[in-house]
Structure formats: C-alpha cells, structure tokens
C-alpha cells in the first residue's frame, strides 16, 4: 500500500550528478517503492534543478532506519555549528 505522502520543497545547493556538479533548486521527499534499492517501500529524495533538464536529478532510496539516521545526523550537525556560520550561508 503506498501513502502517496510527499513532500516538496525549494533548496539551494549543489550535486554531483552523472554529468558533474550541478546547481539544484528543488527536492522531493517522498515514501514509496524504490527503483533499485531492493525492499518493498523506502523513503526516496530526488534532489534536482528542473530547468537544466532530466541530467540535472540525483536521488536517494533509504531504509526507514538510515533515512531516520541520516536526517538525525544532519539536525545533530546543524546544532554543533556555530551561529555565526550558519548565518552566512545562502538561503
């Protein structure tokens, strides 16, 4: 049974997709069946940048398990980062 529960969202950042690094601008979140990961659901992250095309997609097919651990990894490393660097980054 699938839940269809996706999110969406703006990002700034980079990913070295197959043909380099490439800016993206967009991500989807999303818990369904994976293409390649071999279970039968897993939370999957397509981070992408739309106007450059198909080429322009990196995506991730995680476990519940490590999908929880790596966005714990991620608050956890946040949280250890000084304010003041947080505070130049671009949004």
Known sequence: M???QTETLKVSGSAKTASGWTTMT??????DHPVHFSA????LIDVLNPAQGPSARTALELSPESARALANAILHTLDAVPSGLLSNTNS
Do not use: K, Q
């Open 40 to 43: 039968g659901h897993a939370l």
């Open 26 to 31: 967009d991500a989807t979140v999303y818990f």
């Open 2 to 4: 699938c839940t269809y």
